[in-house]
């Protein structure tokens, strides 16, 4: 199987009209705004609207909007929604606070200040757009379209990122949500079964459900929560490996408390013990493995005792979970995980997963790992270019790739080391556009520095961010609830005995308000500026719409008849295409020089004194995104930090203690956060959410809550097949009243 990943592939694999408000109006309707928590509830609708798709994070619940007049008062789930039917959470509910946030983005801002101590002055559309597209062009001219970079994030970045690699031409783009979050899960599937997983484990239907690091209830996708109760009311068992009780591991029926770094060891060692003890599925590896034998000799050495030690878990925890997967198998839920970019040996560890599956002969089966087919939609794209690998970061002058298996567009580190050093080019142009890199990249000084050097940055966005601190020029978008936007698809085969498929499309819920514009308006505009005039695809976001949707026989007009959703009968989801296989041996991983057999790679251990620093997710936020969302703040106004109740009487430290961190760098957070002291986290490791801590003195309620994680992340880990990052080999020490607090060896 050739690995040959184009971003098109890679995705596909992965997986009511408002009627224009008058300006006047709307400045009247949000200037009426009263920042109360409470201001929406008990409130009445006189009208709902449909067609509403969540984007308070990205797994695009489908809405309807409650109005009373002009003013949008309620969210809720749309009722004929087959996915997250009406249920959204507390994130989703409260939109209506994030549209009308008076600390939003209201007009184009031009920097007079300093690139992160900014000083703004309000400017007329016309000039900010002059001002983008005229000094994008003369980087461009001076530099070649490689003096461009990109970090983008979200639905509307995804128009403007293709004009900047495809017609722009510049390769120098790179998506947190592939770098530093899910792009090792999906090429490390690619390089194993042809495709990238998504998240498609047929949960409602296991009879066992394996979560290696994955804490949902705390991480909540609406569907796929759902999917995940109804498996554990169908009696499926649940065995968590994390090194802390998350609200997984307090379901499960197994918890592996498992130390930081080793999972791939855990995971060789159950499929070593269920070959040689004659528990995998012969006949499935028999017809849709290749290189089972090469595979089996290269886990060979790896014994429940070998891997009891290196993980510091019990050898027969290691058995009873492997037993429970055999016996059970092939109805098993080998989870591939979401945010895997993890310790820098990620790639192998997200191969031993899909190993493992292969092993169950869980793959296209009941209760195992189960492709959606989604209905076919058409794309938009904009001209292509031909400007050829010269400029690649990824390519060295052999013409090979520096990261064989990287996802779609170029490695952070790269583009960062590039604008750094001015090697092989220089880097002098930056677009920021939904992403915020001060709080999602490893490394923010150097983040800084990289911003600094440039010669122009330009962020969009809804919200001030740390990131758009450091923008010449800010944009302001509309949001989710204010636009049109691509076509979301899916399908459902697991709470009902019918196969269905489903299309829909983001439309508005409320009418834009203030100056704020849509992805395609500012793109274009831009383009124009740029000399790209006549490769634009589409003049307005609903003319891209209609082009997605006619493909598949649909118009907005047509979708709002059928309240937002169009239904229509789906595929067995079970049945294996016929060019189906599993790559338990990898050549072509070989012969780019790394382990061909899945293989595990030890990482760095704490260093005396301090603690592995974890983090995750939280229910109540998308990481930064909605820190400045009034009613998530207070249902969780800062990120607690988690810290072994045995290792905090040590030290002295009491529950509810406010505490800072210094980590190994002798970089300090800037804030502190409470200490919650837990028998549910290992001595050597600390956790806490990500996403706290802002320091944009715009977000009146975000601003300094919590202590900033990334911030603490100092060290630079790069997964050697993907260049993707590794977040988790930082370490810290507690700081209480000025005093830093070394954390006791353990074992
Ligand atoms: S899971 Fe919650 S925040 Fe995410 S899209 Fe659904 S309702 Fe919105």
Redesign the pocket.
């Known amino acids: 199987m050739a690995f040959n990943l184009t971003r098109r592939k890679f995705l596909q694999s992965a997986s009511l009209a408002a009627v224009a408000l008058p300006l006047s109006k709307a400045i009247a309707s949000e200037t009426s705004v009263k920042r109360s928590a409470l201001e929406a509830v008990g409130s009445f609708a006189d009208e709902t609207v449909v067609g509403g ?9 489908q ?1 309807v909007g409650k109005k009373r007049g002009d003013r949008l008062v309620k ?1 809720e ?1 749309n009722p004929k929604s087959i996915d ?1 039917g009406t ?7 409260a ?1 209506v606070q994030l549209l009308y946030d008076p600390d939003r983005l209201k007009y184009p801002l031009k920097n007079v200040g300093e690139r992160g101590d900014p000083k703004w002055k309000r400017i007329s559309w016309e000039e900010a757009l002059d001002e983008c597209g005229a000094k994008l062009k003369e980087i461009k001219d001076k530099y070649g379209p490689q003096g461009l970079s990109m970090f983008p994030h979200g639905s509307t970045a995804k128009y403007p990122m293709h004009f900047m690699e495809r017609t722009v031409g510049t390769h120098n783009v790179s998506e947190a949500s592939f770098f530093q979050c899910r792009g090792i899960r999906d090429t490390a599937y690619i390089a194993t079964i042809g495709k990238a997983p998504g998240e498609f484990v047929d949960m409602p239907n296991a009879k066992v459900i394996l979560l290696l690091g994955g804490h949902f209830g705390e991480n ?6 759902k999917r995940y109760i109804k498996g554990l009311q169908n009696g499926a068992k649940l065995i968590v490996v994390d090194p802390r009780y998350s609200a997984s591991a307090a379901k499960s029926d197994v918890w592996v408390q498992i130390k930081p770094g080793t999972d791939t060891a855990f995971l060789l060692a159950i499929m070593n013990y269920l070959i040689s003890n004659d528990k995998y599925d012969k006949d499935f590896i028999e017809e849709y493995g290749d290189g089972f034998e090469e595979f089996k000799k290269g886990i060979a050495d790896w014994s429940l005792e070998k891997a009891a030690k290196e993980c510091d878990i019990p050898a027969a925890q290691i058995k009873e979970v492997a037993e429970l997967l055999a016996s059970n198998a092939p109805n098993v839920s080998i989870h591939p995980g979401r945010h895997v970019s993890w310790y820098g040996n990620d790639f192998q560890r997200q191969r031993s997963l899909a190993c493992l599956t292969g092993v169950l002969g869980a793959f296209y089966v009941k209760g195992g790992w189960v492709p959606a087919k989604n209905p076919k939609v058409g794309k938009v794209s904009w001209a292509k270019h031909d400007h050829g690998d010269e400029h690649n970061l990824n390519m060295n002058e052999e013409e090979e790739m520096l990261y064989p298996f990287t996802p779609p567009g170029t490695s952070t580190e790269l583009i960062r080391d590039a604008a750094l050093t001015g090697k092989p080019y220089p880097i002098k142009g930056c677009v920021i556009w939904g992403q915020n890199p001060i709080q999602t990249i490893p490394g923010q000084q150097k983040m800084k520095d990289v911003l600094k050097q440039m010669d122009f940055v330009m962020c969009v966005d809804v919200m001030p961010t740390d990131a758009t601190m450091w923008a010449d020029i800010l944009l302001p978008e509309v949001s989710y609830l204010e636009r049109y936007d691509y076509i979301k698809t899916g399908t459902q085969w697991d709470f009902a005995d019918k196969q269905q498929q489903y299309i829909s499309a983001r439309m508005p819920l409320a009418a834009p308000m203030f100056e704020r514009k849509d992805q395609v308006f500012i793109t274009n505009e831009i383009a124009k500026r740029m000399g790209y005039e006549k490769d634009i695809p589409v003049q307005t976001v609903e003319e891209m719409v209609e082009k997605n949707l006619k493909v598949a026989g649909l118009s907005l007009a047509q979708l709002k008849k059928e309240d937002g959703i169009h239904i229509q009968d789906g595929k067995d989801p079970y049945t294996m295409p016929e060019d189906f296989e599993v790559l338990f041996y990898n050549e072509d991983i070989e012969d780019a020089g790394f382990p061909g057999v899945p293989t595990y790679i030890g990482v760095e251990q704490p260093p005396k004194g301090f603690a592995r620093l974890l983090y995750g997710r939280v229910p109540v936020h ?1 990481f930064n995104r ?1 820190q400045n969302n009034v009613w998530l703040n207070k249902a969780m106004p800062d990120n607690p930090v988690w810290l072994n109740d045995e290792t905090a009487a040590q030290i002295g430290l009491k529950d509810g203690d406010i505490v800072g961190f210094v980590n190994q760098d002798g970089i300090e957070s800037r804030t502190t956060t409470t200490l919650k002291t837990t028998p549910g986290i290992r001595k050597d490791s600390v956790y806490m959410a990500h996403g706290y801590g802002s320091a944009n003195p715009l977000m009146s309620v975000g601003i300094n809550a919590g202590v900033d994680d990334q911030s603490l992340i100092s060290k630079i880990t790069i997964d050697p097949e993907t260049g993707a990052h590794g977040m988790r080999n930082n370490f810290v020490k507690l700081i209480k009243d000025g005093k830093t607090l070394d954390i006791p060896a353990t074992a």
């Not at 798709?53 to 619940?61: A, K, T, Y």
């Not at 249920?87 to 509910?93: E, L, P, Q, V, Y």
């Open positions: 798709v969540c984007e308070m994070c990205f797994w695009r619940c809405l969210l789930g997250n249920s959204i959470c507390a994130r989703g509910n939109g909540v996708h609406v569907s796929h929560i998308t909605t």
